[in-house]
Nanobody
Framework: QVQLVVKSGGGLVQPGGSLRLSCGVT????????IGWFRQAPGKEREGVAC????????YYSDSVKGRFTISRDNAKNTMYLQMNNLKPEDTAVYYC???????????????WGQGTQVTVSS
C-alpha cells in the first residue's frame, strides 16, 4: 500500500520568509516515479506548483512559484521536499505531496497523495 506522509514544514511565516516541506513515501521506490506538490487556497481550485519526473529528467514549476520554490527528492530516504523561499501572502494554502503522475510541460494525473499541510504567509 502506497502512503505519503507530510512529515514537517507547514506553519506560519512572515512575507519574505522560507519554509521547507517534507513528505515521506512508503510502498513505492520514489526514484521510479514522478513526484509533485500541489496547493489549494480557500475558495480556489487545487493547482500544481512543482513536479519532477522519474529520475528527475524534467522539472516543472508554475509561473506563480518559478524562481522561488524548489522541488527535490532524497532517494535514500524515499522522501520528497519543497523548499519555498521569498514567500508571499498569496502562497497561503494547504499543500499536498503526490507521486506517480505526469510531469512534463504540466503536471497531472497523480495517483498517490499525502495529507495536506497548512502554510500561512502573513505579517
Amino acid at each position: 500500500q502506497v502512503q505519503l506522509v507530510v512529515k514537517s514544514g507547514g506553519g506560519l511565516v512572515q512575507p519574505g520568509g522560507s519554509l521547507r516541506l517534507s513528505c515521506g513515501v512508503t510502498g513505492l521506490i520514489l526514484d521510479y516515479y514522478a513526484i509533485g506538490w500541489f496547493r489549494q487556497a480557500p475558495g480556489k481550485e487545487r493547482e500544481g506548483v512543482a513536479c519532477t519526473s522519474r529520475s528527475d529528467s524534467s522539472t516543472y514549476y508554475s509561473d506563480s512559484v518559478k524562481g522561488r520554490f524548489t522541488i527535490s527528492r532524497d532517494n535514500a530516504k524515499n522522501t520528497m521536499y519543497l523548499q519555498m523561499n521569498n514567500l508571499k501572502p498569496e502562497d497561503t494554502a494547504v499543500y499536498y505531496c503526490a507521486a506517480d503522475g505526469y510531469c512534463g510541460e504540466s503536471m497531472a494525473d497523480f495517483g498517490s497523495w499525502g495529507q495536506g499541510t497548512q502554510v500561512t504567509v502573513s505579517s
